[in-house]
Nanobody
Framework: QLQLVESGGGLVQPGGSLRLSCAAS????????IGWFRQAPGKEREGVSCINSADDLTKYAGSVKGRFTISRDNAKNTVYMQMNSLTPEDTAIYYCAADFGYFCSMDNPYEYDFWGQGTQVTVSS
């Protein structure tokens, strides 16, 4: 059983940056592909980025490509997401999730086996 804990959320002004962390425990971390998802009030949960366990290749939603960067440090059992040039449209609860598989997907949250509790990101002046 893998446990995930997100941190790093907060209030930031438009144009600012945040780095989210997803710390894992309870199982071998490097066999899981990791995804970041977000959910804004009144909207469905959407995939933001993900990273493969097989080869560390990454994927991004079009709305964040070029602004967000996902990375993982298997020695620290942690995945990070650097978020730059934030806009109010990025305001949401951000969740990390783990999929017991080689290749990640952002299309279907239900493919993921374990979820963190979420961290709030608010972009506002």
């Amino acid at each position: 059983q893998l446990q995930l804990v997100e941190s790093g959320g907060g209030l930031v002004q438009p144009g600012g940056s945040l780095r989210l962390s997803c710390a894992a425990s309870g199982d071998t971390f490097d066999i899981y592909s990791i995804g970041w998802f977000r959910q804004a009030p009144g909207k469905e949960r959407e995939g933001v980025s993900c990273i493969n366990s097989a080869d560390d290749l990454t994927k991004y939603a079009g709305s964040v490509k070029g602004r967000f960067t996902i990375s993982r440090d298997n020695a620290k059992n942690t995945v990070y997401m650097q978020m730059n040039s934030l806009t109010p449209e990025d305001t949401a609860i951000y969740y990390c999730a783990a999929d017991f598989g080689y290749f990640c997907s952002m299309d279907n949250p239900y493919e993921y086996d374990f979820w963190g509790q979420g961290t709030q990101v608010t972009v506002s002046s």
